[in-house]
Nanobody, 133 residues
Framework: QLQLVESGGGLVQPGGSLKLSCTAS??????????IGWFRQAPGKEREGVACISSGGGDVLGNTHYADSVKARSSISRDNAKNSVYLQLNSLKPEDTAIYYCAAGTTSTWTMLREPEGEYDAWGQGIQVTVSS
């Protein structure tokens, strides 16, 4: 069964950067077969899609999609050898404060980004990111 764990969150000052990691574990799965999405939920708000990367392995680079709010200052990547997907967030703003979750699914990344409440194969437990001076 596929399990996901997020790491790399914390407190950062406005304008700073963070690199979040989503690492898969378990048995009976092939990580490169899954699209991975990052989502976030701020206090009092609904969960929203942040960035997604499609399945892929070897020389096939995963397709990526980003929310408009982070597109110019973020980057999602994957390392299948480490069963991990990374989300680099730069120029962080207070409005980026939220709990960040990753999820694994087999839908398209375009759809995944727009369905933050989708029924995916696995969700991480979430990690807090706080942007504050």
């Amino acid at each position: 069964q596929l399990q996901l764990v997020e790491s790399g969150g914390g407190l950062v000052q406005p304008g700073g950067s963070l690199k979040l990691s989503c690492t898969a574990s378990g048995s009976g799965f092939v990580f490169e077969f899954y699209s991975i999405g990052w989502f976030r939920q701020a206090p009092g708000k609904e969960r929203e899609g942040v960035a997604c990367i499609s399945s892929g392995g070897g020389d096939v680079l995963g397709n990526t999609h980003y929310a408009d709010s982070v597109k110019a200052r973020s980057s999602i990547s994957r390392d299948n050898a480490k069963n991990s997907v990374y989300l680099q967030l730069n120029s962080l703003k207070p409005e980026d404060t939220a709990i960040y979750y990753c999820a694994a699914g087999t839908t398209s990344t375009w759809t995944m980004l727009r369905e933050p409440e989708g029924e995916y194969d696995a969700w991480g437990q979430g990690i807090q990111v706080t942007v504050s001076s």
